[in-house]
């Protein structure tokens, strides 16, 4: 009896695995794992997700400003130029509404935010972070660039001001 629930229990996490997202061409994914030379008075905005196995089986969609930028999953980065000197609100879905980081951007800097999966009560959240572009250059050269525009919804309502 007990090897009939350890075989089960084996096929069962055979068909469990990460969930993937459509990944960018590989030449445009490592032209974008370079600092960007921005254009004048633009910005570069990072999105990344690492490559922990905690919530990977867990796709998470990400906005800015309310405009999806993409569906992240273990291993995703996204990158975006954006106008300089403006804030953007930077969004990620999470277990029961969206999470939301302020992010006030200069010309020709560019900003990295890393997507965090987080324990849920019913299924894992999502967070976001700053982080400065040494730590996260490291972690996105080994990262492959996500294709822009899927998510489960195109647009969300933004926290009212």
């Known amino acids: 009896m007990k ?5 089960s229990l084996l096929c069962t996490l055979a068909f469990v695995g990460c969930a993937s997202v459509p990944k960018a061409d590989q030449t445009e994914s490592q032209k974008l794992k370079n600092t960007q030379v921005l254009a004048q ?15 990977a089986a867990l796709k998470k969609d990400i906005w800015i400003n309310g ?4 569906e992240s999953s273990k291993g995703i980065f996204f990158y ?8 953007y609100i930077i969004s990620t879905e999470s277990e029961f509404s969206p999470n939301h980081l302020t992010l006030a951007v200069q010309s020709g800097q560019n900003y990295y935010i890393q997507q ?24 996105i050269s080994q990262l492959d660039l996500g294709v822009q525009g899927h998510c489960s ?5 933004l926290p009212k001001k």
């Open 41 to 55: 008075g633009k910005s570069g905005i990072y999105v990344y997700r690492n490559n922990s196995y905690q919530g």
């Open 80 to 87: 975006k130029e954006v106008d300089g000197d403006q804030d």
């Open 67 to 70: 405009e999806c930028l993409g």
């Open 3 to 7: 090897i009939k629930l350890i075989l």
């Open 153 to 157: 919804k195109q647009h969300i309502e």
């Open 116 to 139: 965090k999966i987080k324990m849920g009560v019913v299924v894992g959240g999502a967070k976001l972070e700053k982080v400065d572009e040494v730590q996260a250059q490291k972690i």
